[in-house]
């Protein structure tokens, strides 16, 4: 394909997957297949590799993320970001009412909107491509986190329609729950500290330094307010319509109310409505519509006049902070846990909530014997959110957060890019083994459901098990007549787990079953920091055998299909540790599988005993899938070129560095086409 042929074609790519983007994002009516879709973009990519200087600003294949960013620049507004005075009550909206009827009069309506729990973000266009994203900071200059914002599918990367030349327009970045709850869950298998709520996942994520990890997170984004006069319109509800016809995304939620009546007829029903959003609001937004008389009500220096937020009650009770214990996980993630004078929460009684890290700690200024204010985040967890300062105790200290681990002692850690504070101590401290054994069980790992219930903790305590290899050693007569009395809290009985000889078949034969369990999930199983279900079944469809994923370089693992810098560096560093390769070896000793296992017709050694180097971009298979088929085959994967090296397998846009070493040193440089011949010739 020559160039022009390729504008032509980029073009055409570019229109068609923006277009999809916003069937998918803004209508939720998608008319393509993800394979399809995927299938266009990854068109698109090596199109843009080969012609690098036809990559369009607007181009769908920006989302993935820019280079990291290690420090945001701040921008001046050009429109002050005003925040919105709060109102909790009915009274203090007729209050607002009558201020604005008493400036502009009777002849007045306003628009009701609901209020996003997010982060602000303002969006800058010129000639409708998006140039620039600001959070609103202090209101009056902001961090510039375009390269994070590119990555948010429903926020267009180039506008449709009829816009103006230089064109801003407003609104929030939020999670969505369902995605909140995964990513949640996701965190917690790999040993990563759950975020406490959707708002801070959203507001943190916007400070990532490495947009390909932002594009990772389920975030989404409503637009609410165009500021200036930027569009030929006389009132805020219009200004939205047009803004949806430039493919920006507006909430359908949006009334236009006459007067205080219709207003609060709007907040009722949102206030049990938004239990069916898969997003959280914290209330209303209430703005006089006639863009007029917004100029005509003005601004104070922090909050317009003529616009206000009605915040939903929270059902908040006040109690009082008796002490901090400090809970260690798994992966040595050490969480305050606040015990609070007992006191009646939305139905249930509240005795412990989580303080989180030490950062939440420090920023609510909590202490010992305060009098502290107790939310239910959700609905569900109970979370300290404020301290009745007036009611502080005159000798009161500071909360010093530990620097020891509260189990066996080892210094804590804690890196800068990390809200957490660690036990680096991970073989040896007894909440982080029992956890780890905990999660070799699972069922998503090694499913070993007969050793559920309490049964880890007792062979722990009775010295069977220090590690997940410990369990192939198990015999019978090591696990008969165990017992264990659990004592019973708030006046319950005491209860007894005991070894019988049916529960102990159960447990060996759960076991021996586990031998079946296949590759990736035992890699998922050994609980290596970061390292979930997706990553493992990467690395282990890359590397085939844990000998190969354990001889991989950092620069190795770091080539791999979603493999970072920060899952590299944890392989490393967790196969770098005698203890953890001595685990390898019992369970290998023990039968479990430990490379793909390939069926009988899946592939021959037709390439057994060739290494390769894969480099450059191809049109029919990526550059993992051409990997793949190498091992799949029997061949090598090597990252850099030498005298071993059996063929050089090039693609277009290849550095030249490479091609000039396979050059001296005689290594034979073949296409993607000669090494699918090759393959199908079955001859080396």
Request: include cysteine.
């Amino acid at each position: 394909m020559n160039k022009e042929d390729a504008i032509l074609k980029i073009d055409i790519l570019v229109d068609e997957l923006q277009q999809h983007n916003y069937n998918y994002y803004i209508l939720s009516t998608p008319t393509i297949s993800n394979y399809d879709f995927d299938r266009l973009l990854k068109e698109l990519e090596q199109l843009e590799a080969e012609y690098p200087d036809l990559v369009r600003p607007d181009s769908p294949t920006l989302r993935v993320g820019g280079e990291p960013t290690k420090y945001f620049a701040n921008v001046v507004h050009k429109y002050p970001m005003l925040s919105l005075s709060n109102t909790y009550s009915e009274d203090e909206i007729l209050e607002f009412d009558t201020r604005v009827r008493k400036v502009i009069g009777d002849n007045v309506e306003y628009v009701c909107e609901l209020k996003y729990d997010g982060l602000s973000i303002g969006l800058i266009y010129k000639n409708g491509i998006l140039v620039q994203a600001i959070t609103r900071g202090d209101g009056i200059q902001g961090d510039d986190v375009t390269n994070n914002v590119r990555t948010i599918k429903s926020i267009p990367l180039k506008l449709k329609g009829n816009y103006p030349r230089d064109f801003e327009i407003r609104g929030e970045i939020f999670m969505t729950i369902d995605g909140f709850n995964s990513m949640n869950a996701e965190r917690e298998e790999v040993g990563e500290q759950a975020f406490a709520n959707p708002r801070n996942a959203a507001s943190g994520s916007m400070k990532m330094q490495d947009p390909k990890e932002v594009a990772q997170r389920p975030l989404d984004c409503y637009l609410y307010y165009i500021p200036g006069n930027q569009l030929d319109v006389t009132n805020h509800y219009n200004s939205l319509q047009l803004a949806s016809k430039m493919g920006l995304k507006i909430s359908k939620n949006i009334a236009v109310c006459k007067n205080t009546e219709d207003i609060f007829e709007f907040i009722n029903d949102w206030a049990v409505g938004r239990k069916n959003l898969n997003y959280e609001i914290d209330g209303i937004v209430i703005k006089v519509n006639s863009i007029s008389q917004q100029k005509q009500l003005g601004s104070t220096a922090k909050n317009p006049r003529w616009a206000i937020s009605y915040k939903f009650k929270t059902e908040r009770v006040e109690t009082i902070l008796k002490s901090i214990d400090y809970q260690v996980g798994r992966t040595g993630a050490v969480t305050p846990v606040a015990n609070l004078v007992p006191v009646q929460l939305a139905g249930t009684v509240v005795k412990r909530a989580s303080l989180h890290n030490a950062d939440i700690i420090k920023t609510l200024d909590v202490r010992i014997d305060d009098h502290v204010m107790v939310e239910k985040g959700g609905e569900i967890i109970p979370k300290i959110v404020g301290v009745n300062f007036e009611k502080r105790l005159s000798d009161s200290r500071p909360v010093k957060f530990i620097d020891a681990c509260p189990e066996c002692g080892t210094s804590l850690t804690k890196k800068m890019e990390e809200a957490a504070h660690y036990c680096p101590n991970e073989d040896h401290c007894p909440p982080q083994i029992k956890g780890k054994l905990e999660h070799f069980i699972s069922r998503k790992a090694m499913n070993i459901d007969s050793l559920g219930e309490g049964k880890i903790e007792m062979l722990y305590d009775n010295n069977l098990v220090h590690n997940v290899g410990d369990f192939y050693s198990l015999k019978p007569e090591m696990l008969i007549g165990l017992e264990k009395v659990i004592p019973g809290k708030d006046g319950k009985k005491d209860s007894k787990i005991s070894f019988q000889a049916k529960t102990v078949v159960n447990i060996i034969s759960g076991i021996e079953k586990s031998k079946q369990v296949p590759f990736a999930r035992v890699l998922f199983a050994l609980g290596i920091r970061f390292v979930g279900e997706t990553v493992a079944k990467k690395l282990t469809g890359h590397y085939r055998n844990i000998t190969a994923l354990k001889n991989a370089s950092f620069e190795e693992l770091n080539e791999v299909d979603e493999i970072g810098v920060r899952i590299a560096e944890s392989i490393i560093n967790w196969f770098s540790k005698p203890e953890h390769n001595d685990i390898i070896e019992k369970l290998s000793n023990a039968g479990l599988n430990m490379e793909m296992v390939e069926s009988s017709d899946e592939a021959s050694n037709i390439l057994d005993g060739k290494s390769f180097v894969v480099s450059g971009v191809f049109e029919n298979y990526s550059r993992d899938e051409i990997k793949a088929l190498i091992e799949q085959y029997g061949g090598k994967n090597t990252s850099t070129i030498s005298s071993k090296t059996g063929y050089l397998v090039a693609g277009s846009n290849m550095g030249p560095a490479k091609k000039q070493k396979a050059d001296k040193l005689g290594v034979p440089m073949i296409s993607e086409d000669d090494f699918m011949k090759l393959i199908d010739s079955k001859k080396i």
